[in-house]
Nanobody, 121 residues
Framework: QVQLVESGGGLVQPGGSLRLSCAAS????????MGWYRQAPGKQRELVAA???????NYADSVKGRFTISRDNAKNTVYLQMNSLKPEDTAVYYC???????WGVGTDDYWGQGTQVTVSS
């Protein structure tokens, strides 16, 4: 069993900053990637940022230059530093991990419960 526990969401004014954290725990053999998705009301869930086992990263065009994803491999934790937040960043943010639970077995997707980020004055 694998759990992803998120923290750090909340209400912030436009131009402000927030830092999200997500810790993975449980039966983890190897993590391929960790990342963040978001879903705004009436919209599909979209990728915000991802970081891969080798350290490479991928960002949505809408957050490039404003958000930074990082990872602490020893803690199986991923962070999302969000700066210069805009009202259109308002959404529920979900942590995602692609990992294997034992040697010789392929990877599966795991999701956190979601954390609300609201950008409003």
């Amino acid at each position: 069993q694998v759990q992803l526990v998120e923290s750090g969401g909340g209400l912030v004014q436009p131009g402000g900053s927030l830092r999200l954290s997500c810790a993975a725990s449980g039966r983890i053999f190897s993590i391929y990637s960790m990342g963040w998705y978001r879903q705004a009301p009436g919209k599909q869930r979209e990728l915000v940022a991802a970081i891969f086992s080798g350290g490479s990263t991928n960002y949505a065009d809408s957050v490039k230059g404003r958000f930074t994803i990082s990872r602490d491999n020893a803690k199986n934790t991923v962070y999302l530093q969000m700066n210069s937040l805009k009202p259109e960043d308002t959404a529920v943010y979900y942590c995602n991990a692609v990992l294997s639970t034992r040697w010789g077995v392929g990877t599966d997707d795991y999701w956190g419960q979601g954390t609300q980020v609201t950008v409003s004055s």
